[in-house]
């Protein structure tokens, strides 16, 4: 479920690390502020089947510790009961990026999904390196360095780079690459803008959009000829509204239904 919503889906991994520059922010640019709580409902839609079974809610704070400035976002995904009979879900990702240039500096995952267990643990270092860990069950944890560079993200700090990118010099067929390092990984990942849209959202009202596509690695769940559509709101906050796939089995896809504490007016929605 959290890479279908937060990140939009995996490129292949490459080593071809060009991406987009690392970008400073003044506080009052940026498209969220501490005490933002966002509220993601994920469906399920599979012949007559077609059920909210879970979601997601997202919550950031500005934090310091001596002379760091930094957000802290968590982000804590669960199934509804009856879909836990099922495959029950309860996963919790935290990310720390600094507040001037959102640069990630920890995050961790602790995914409990099923029977399966599964934990990770990065420190970002200021000479691009990233100290891994990862557990599987109750197995040892297992260590790596990672040598990243200036745009190299966890699921979390992504997240929030990528709502504050340069929406205003942008053209529709633009494709902006990044690069994310999942378990013990790094792989590169692209956002292809497809341009301006209007989107009903279930219960909320109609927005105006920008939309991306990224296509997602081949997998478990996807089979990598679909793309992952993301709609977000075109006004300053660019809050994800929608995002849609399908899958190897049926189709997800994920709403926004709550949202509370806004930095900015949500001048995108009309009605």
């Known amino acids: 479920m959290c890479c279908v919503l937060f990140t939009g889906g995996l490129a292949a991994r490459q080593d071809d690390t060009s991406c987009l520059p690392l970008r400073t922010f003044a506080a009052d640019s940026l498209s969220f502020k501490s005490g933002e709580r966002l509220t993601i409902v994920a469906s399920y839609h599979w ?45 919790v990702y935290e990310g720390r990026f600094l507040t001037g240039n959102l640069r990630p500096l920890y995050f961790y995952r602790d995914i ?66 990044y690069s994310l390092v999942i378990d013990l990984e790094m792989y590169n990942l692209w956002f292809h803008f497809l341009g301006k849209e209007e989107k009903k959202i279930d219960k909320l009202g109609t927005f105006r959009c920008l939309k991306f596509a990224v296509k997602p690695i081949a997998g478990e769940v996807f089979d990598g000829n679909n793309n992952i559509y993301v709609w977000i709101t075109d006004d300053g906050n660019h809050i994800p509204v929608y995002i849609e796939t399908p899958i190897i089995v049926g189709r997800v896809s994920a709403r926004l239904s709550k949202y509370d504490n806004l930095k900015h007016p949500l001048t995108s929605k009309i009605k």
């Not at 059920?51 to 002379?67: C, I, L, P």
């Not at 968590?74 to 495959?87: E, L, S």
């Not at 200036?150 to 990118?165: H, V």
């Open 47 to 91: 012949g007559v089947i077609n059920a909210d079974v879970g979601e997601a809610t997202m919550t950031v704070q500005k934090e310091s510790f001596r002379d760091t400035h930094y957000f802290y976002a968590r982000t804590y995904v669960k199934t509804y009961g009856f879909w836990d009979k099922f495959f029950k879900v309860r996963d």
């Open 112 to 177: 409990k999904e099923g029977d399966y267990r599964m934990k990770n643990t990065f420190y970002f270092n200021s000479d691009y390196t990233i100290n891994m860990s990862e557990q599987k069950y109750e197995n040892p944890p297992r260590d790596t360095v990672m040598r990243g560079h200036s745009c190299t993200y966890d699921i979390i700090s992504l997240l929030f780079n990528a709502r504050n990118m340069d929406f205003q010099n942008m053209h529709q067929g633009d494709i902006y690459p």
